[in-house]
């Protein structure tokens, strides 16, 4: 079933403080999609639905129990996930996406320019996938294994507003490539995974250090630190060379 109609909120019915800005790389706030948007501005999805090439849409909103959304190819300007539903994505195009609740999310391929999580997320990118930034403003986990996924920028900040939870969560990665990962003043802790790991707490783009090593498939890597936090957060996890 699908239903268009107007969309009067995004989770959270005040926000009580604006996000406190980490020490580190610059961000702009997160553009929140507009508040009693016109009726043919929203689509809702409240059962299991699919987009594929050619498709397109503005404001898309899934919500419900379980409800899937499978997404092969087309375009989509705001995606909002709520409640306990799952996305799956291997192609396509995503301006931006927002997860809330106890939604999750599986990117395999397309392109996403951010991805923002308010809940308790869990978010896994692999194969080709390729995101412009992810944003935790909650406890979203993220999983990053796939040699040839890409994510620009990984940052974790401060509880959000009324987004009143725990961020003892990780970050994992045991493959793809970054530009830079930052954990702010958060609970996050980041883990990596491969051979020949180090960290360091000074020198990279940002001054506050970079972790380096090779993945399981012997691909070597290097990202920078965000901000003077993370590298208090990361653990490395060397593997047996075989």
Known sequence: MVMALGYAGIGCTRIAERPAVPEGIAHAQPSIPPIGANASDVTTFTENASIREGDS?????????????????????????KDSSLVSIQGG??????????????ITGGKIDAVLGYGHNP?????????????????PKLVVDGIDARVDT????????CVDQSQK???????????????????????VTGYDLHKSAYG????????????KDGTNFSFDLADKSTFSHTDLYSLRLP
């Open 57 to 81: 849409y503005g404001i898309l909103v899934i919500k419900g129990s379980n409800t899937a959304l499978n997404m092969s190819g087309g375009s989509v300007h705001k995606l909002i996930v």
């Open 123 to 139: 978010i896994t990118v692999r194969e080709r996938a390729h995101i412009g930034k992810v944003h935790g403003y909650g406890a």
């Open 204 to 215: 990279g783009k940002h001054g506050y250090g970079l972790v380096k090593g090779k993945w």
């Open 169 to 191: 969560v990780r970050i994992d990665l045991s493959g793809g490539n970054f530009g830079a990962v930052g954990t702010g003043s958060t609970e996050v802790a980041l883990n």
């Open 154 to 161: 990984i940052q974790y900040f401060s509880k959000c507003g």
């Open 93 to 106: 195009v995503v301006q931006e996406m927002y997860l809330y609740d106890a939604c999750s999310l599986v």
